[in-house]
């Protein structure tokens, strides 16, 4: 099967990750990164979920509740489905899509072990958008930095939500900093990512992405940090955006 076409992928990133469609389920691999930071994302798109959608900013639901019960999001560019999986065992009706398909095959066959039913598609984002599909929230998360136009990849994902529903985007900034510690330090003296993840020209500055937002007919609503303890060899949220970051947005309606 050929990846999908796109203007807002680039093919050589598509290519890597379809190579690398085996690692993503071992948490002491290269995806390993991926998994744990993960809790910090679900923990993110939950909360701004239930606060801005189910309208609900009490404390967390006790632990066996599903937060998300009913709320549709899409996982944009989903690799092997983490993201995906967490979303959905907290009951939401997840659609991932991904240009690779590889990374599609296992995302399904591990769905199927762990009991999962997740929409799983090889397209492209702009696929999903063309055929009318609306969505509570979008979430593209470590993806922008890997696309060819991230300006108009942020106006398409817009388009994908429900009016009011809420974007969520990580990535990493353009930094001094990024550089040393999100290339130097995690590709080539660690090896905690493959050599070639990442490249610094295609990192993006909150502001910048800020802007693309409110081009796109939404605001943001929160931007975060998300900072490596190096004794603890653990993340935690912070307000240090200088390497990698999250921001959610909301579409207006």
């Known amino acids: 099967m050929s990846s999908p076409h796109s203007a807002s992928v680039d093919p050589e990133d598509v290519a890597r990750f379809n190579r690398l469609a085996e690692l993503w389920w071992d948490r002491n691999g290269k995806m390993g990164i991926l998994h744990e930071i993960n809790p910090i994302r679900v923990a993110y798109i939950r909360d701004h979920v239930r606060r801005f959608i189910r309208h609900d900013a009490s404390a967390l639901n006790a ?70 599909e609306q969505f509570d929230a979008v979430a593209a998360l470590e993806v922008i930095e890997h696309v060819e136009g991230p300006r108009e990849f942020v106006a398409m994902l817009g388009q994908l939500l429900k009016p009011g529903g809420l974007l969520f985007l990580a990535t990493i900034d353009r930094t001094t900093k990024s550089y040393l510690l999100a290339i130097v330090a995690a590709e080539y003296v660690f090896g905690w990512v493959p050599k070639g993840t990442h490249n610094h020209d295609k990192f993006i500055r909150p502001d910048e992405l800020s802007s693309w937002v409110r081009q796109g007919g939404m605001r943001e609503i929160d931007r975060v940090g998300m900072s490596f303890q190096p004794l603890t060899r653990s993340w935690r949220k912070s307000h240090d955006t200088d390497v990698n970051y999250l921001m959610a947005a909301r579409k207006a309606g």
């Open 63 to 132: 632990p066996g509740d599903r937060p998300l019960e009913g709320v549709r999001i899409a996982d944009i560019g989903c690799g092997g489905g983490i993201l995906s999986e967490s979303l959905a065992q907290l009951g939401a009706h997840v659609t991932g899509v991904d240009p690779a398909p590889n990374n599609i095959a296992i995302a399904k066959r591990h769905a199927e072990t762990s009991g999962l039913d997740i929409d799983y598609r090889n397209i492209t984002a702009e696929e999903l958008a063309a055929a009318g």
